[in-house]
């Protein structure tokens, strides 16, 4: 630790330009109190690569569904099945990660995670074996699907963690950044999978050397994870929220949110728009390929959809951490993503298009993408004191089972093409105009539910408030409006 003596004659200096030499703010002395320590950015990095590997391993088949179907001889429904996996076996696990991250602590959860998806990676690798012995082929979907399995399992104990981390061990001013840098590794593993999967799997045969690509980071992730993350919390907390976080029981922390209006309203529009872009990630070589447009034409928009989505979630995440408007940027964000999708719809019906199709994608992840990590901030401020783990938790299981149900109404909703000389969709060749204005259309509907009818105070911040300087303040202010402060990140450990 930096030495502490430094920092106390400085609290000591301010306070006697306060309130004299003899009788210091207690505020500020309560301001000594918080501390950050710089093994932060290591946990993050770790939560960050191992989001990023499950990322990757759920979406490994989608950009060459064809090349899969054949290598382990099912259809492309069944191979769909190898991504909708998560979303089923999430729905219901979720419920006992949120109890694990509020109650058993973020150490044990990342652990675990981090152990279930380097065993789902090695088990799909092990599934698929050289040769073509009839055996071969029986087993090898079968153990495939149980390695989708195991990274569905690890994929709620990953994906829930970011707000926690960024409550327990980043200072008020840096929690947004961290959450968004955090949750935007997911889909940096979307993208990861958008171009490796087409470039290392050209042909059927394979698809086992993309999976060995997979499963090597996940082994080198989970070392890390087990040898490096010594703790849930810091010895000494960052902010005001910190000290009480978790503060409701996990059964309470449930009621309070079924009675909240405004985080009901977040929970139903927000679920829809992380099931429309699952459909979008899961389904997008399938409605392409329909066109004429190839493999790689279709990893290559994937790639632009997550990589402007980072690009324009890194601005947002520094653009609220500065002005705390979490429920403007998201209300704008989020009527932009909803022009967007109905652009998609259109544009993707179309053929040689290459260029409204790449533009069209790279705006629906630019707008759509950068609400993730401001909206799950959001769901913390209006829903507190509940467990951070819990108020985002709830709204991925939403988002899953909007995820089931939108993927399968709109495979339902295609129609069988008999004729059309350009598709590079092989055998199966699907029409995707319908579920595409569908998708289109709810995504409209969502967004303009949660522009009218979502309002709510920043709970978080006025109890931080409170607690740090003994007034409440509106959700616009800052703390300098009131009192002198000293900057939290004083003693550092090194």
Known sequence: MEDAGETSAEVQTVCSQVDGPRTPNPYLKKLLHFKVYKRRWFILLVLCLLNCSNAAIWLTFAPVADQSAEYLKVSLEEINWLSLVYMVVAIPLSFGTTWMLDTLGLRITLILGAWLNMFGALLRFCGTPPGQ???????????????????????????????????????????????????????????????ISPVLARTAAEIPVLLLAYAVPACIICFLATVGIRSSAPPTPPSASAESS??????QGIKLLLKNKAYMVLLLCFGSGIAVFTCFSSLLEQILCVQGYTNDFAGLCGALFILFGIV???????????????????????????????????????????????????????????????????????????????????????????SVLYIIILQALTKRIADSPLST??????????????????????????????????????????????????????????TPTVETTSSVEK
């Open 133 to 195: 012995q009839q055996e071969s082929f029986m087993i090898r979907y079968p153990l495939v699907m149980f390695g989708q399995t195991l990274g569905a399992l690890a994929q709620p104990l990953i994906i829930f963690t970011p707000t926690k981390l960024a409550a327990l061990w980043f200072p008020e001013h840096q929690r947004a950044t961290a959450n968004m840098i955090a949750s935007m590794s997911n889909p940096l593993g979307i993208l990861l999978a958008n171009i």
């Open 246 to 251: 978790s503060s409701e029981p996990f059964v």
């Open 312 to 402: 324009g979630a890194a601005f947002l995440g520094l653009y609220v951490d500065k002005t705390k408007k979490f429920t403007e940027a998201t209300k704008i964000n989020f009527s932009f993503t909803a022009l967007a999708c109905i652009a998609f719809s259109v544009v993707s019906l179309m053929r040689q298009q290459k260029v409204a199709v790449a533009v069209v994608c790279s705006l629906f992840g630019f707008f759509g993408f950068s609400i993730y990590p401001v909206a799950m901030e959001l769901s913390v401020e209006c829903s507190y004191p509940v467990g951070e783990a819990t108020s985002a938790g709830l709204i991925f299981i939403s988002g899953q089972v909007q």
């Open 425 to 482: 969709c092989g055998n199966a060749v699907l029409s995707w105009k319908v579920p595409m204005l569908v998708m289109a259309g709810l995504c409209t509907v969502f967004s303009c539910g949660f522009v009218i009818f979502f309002h709510t105070r920043y709970r978080r911040l006025e109890a931080e408030e409170q607690a740090t300087y003994g007034t409440k303040q509106s959700n616009g202010s800052t703390p300098t409006e009131h």
